[in-house]
């Protein structure tokens, strides 16, 4: 054996070696991993007394889709949408192809899907049930800083869908909206996302402005009950909720001109951790009493948190927030370098009792104002839940429409 051939073999063996001890984890890794489960796997309990999509931690894109019903459809024929939905719906959130699905392999992952459906004002009139439509289920008023586009605005039928998978996300989205093409036509479509897979669930996400979004809402049973479902005499709209939706745009241009203090300022709260500017931690009661060495509130009363959270005698004036970002091209031939924003999603028993109030508030005096525009609106009633493992006789609105 010549003196090159013995040194390149010892190379290669050596190399070998060394791969082999990197492409091999130890047992304990092995087996960690074996017995981790694919995230696109998971999946959310698609029936119950309550829609999911709702107190569900928010997934890593979004889908929100308005509908218009189509002349000549009547109540029987919306019944029959709602079972075809609630079917198909109940298969795509746990992994299996609906009936009629001809590509059954994008549904195999399906990662957190939850499909959530709601009826709008004039669906009521629609299927004759004018006198069962709740007092509230009717437009935001408008609001002096809006410029709202009718692009954006009521419909009579919405569909969220929520997903940790972009790829199934859409699928379920296509197959949902072909599958009610003879009784619907599509309104619009907003679309959002916040971090992606992975993260921490109970982490609260962030806007485009950096802030986190939704430090304030309600997490136990107990104040969901008392903030999101409905319990009323009309039997039929217990375990639903409202769904008032909202497109906000941002600044992202003249919002970046702000140093971190006064974005802090504007807010009421620290940028990093989320916590009020009178803490260090995020879920800390704020100080709206406390002042700084002039005697100023260290807490501005005009900021973000102070105007939206700090109703001292309106307790019950909360919402669940379940907002998304969007971020679509600047506009053509506009001098701004975005055109971004927020796909605000907020669920709860009485809007005129709780959104509305706050959003009055904020209208009149925010100082986050400055950089945001209200361009969209629309309000939904989202029915209960259906019942365990649905089948053809049941689905969503089921007791409004039959009853």
């Known amino acids: 054996m010549s003196r090159r051939t013995f040194l390149t073999g010892l190379s290669l063996g050596a190399a070998g070696a060394a791969t082999a001890a990197c492409a091999q984890p130890d047992n304990a890794t092995a087996t960690a991993q074996a017995e981790q489960p694919r995230h696109g796997t998971h999946t959310i309990a698609f029936s119950g007394p309550h829609q999911a999509g709702i107190a569900t931690p928010a997934q890593a894109h979004m889908n929100l889709v308005a509908f218009t019903v189509r002349a000549g459809i009547d109540r029987q024929g919306v019944a029959r949408l709602m079972r075809l939905w609630t079917q198909d719906a109940s298969r795509l959130t746990q992994g299996q192809a609906p009936l009629g699905d001809l590509e059954p392999e994008m549904v195999t992952s399906p990662a957190n899907l939850t499909i959530t459906c709601g009826f709008g004002p004039r669906l009521f ?61 599509t309104r619009w479509m907003q679309q ?57 745009a941002m600044n992202l241009d003249t919002w970046e001109i702000l140093d971190r203090a006064s974005r802090e300022t504007a807010f009421g709260r620290k940028l990093d951790t989320g916590a009020p500017l009178t803490g260090q931690e995020e ?121």
């Open 125 to 185: 009139d629609i299927i004759g049930r004018q006198q069962q439509r709740p007092q509230w289920l009717h437009p935001i008023p408008e609001f002096s800083r809006d410029q709202l586009d009718d692009a954006y605005g009521e419909a009579d039928i919405v569909l969220q869908l929520c997903c940790d998978d972009a790829l199934t996300l859409a699928h379920a989205t296509r197959h949902m909206i072909r599958s009610g093409i003879d009784y619907v036509s």
């Open 192 to 248: 959002g996302f916040l971090t992606p897979p992975g993260h921490n669930p109970e982490e609260t996400p962030r806007n485009l402005f950096g802030l986190k979004d939704g430090t304030v809402n309600p997490r136990e049973e107990r104040d969901l009950d008392q903030v999101v479902w409905i319990d009323s005499p009309d039997t039929w709209l217990n375990g639903g909720s409202c769904m008032v939706v909202r497109r906000i």
């Open 283 to 403: 879920f800390q009661a704020p100080d709206y009493e406390a002042t700084d060495e002039y005697g100023l509130p260290v807490i501005d009363p005009m900021s973000h948190m102070a105007r939206s959270t700090n109703p001292a005698d309106k307790p019950g004036q909360r919402i669940l927030r379940r907002a998304y970002n969007y971020d679509q091209p600047p506009v053509p031939g506009s001098e701004s370098t975005s055109n971004a924003g927020l796909v605000f999603i907020c669920f709860q028993r009485n809007p005129e009792e709780q959104f509305t109030p706050i959003q009055q508030r904020l209208d009149e005096a925010d100082r986050i104002n400055q950089w945001i525009t209200h361009i969209g609106s629309a309000v939904f009633l989202i029915p209960g839940g259906v019942g365990e493992q649905p089948h053809q006789d049941t689905y969503w609105g089921q007791s409004l429409l039959e009853n």
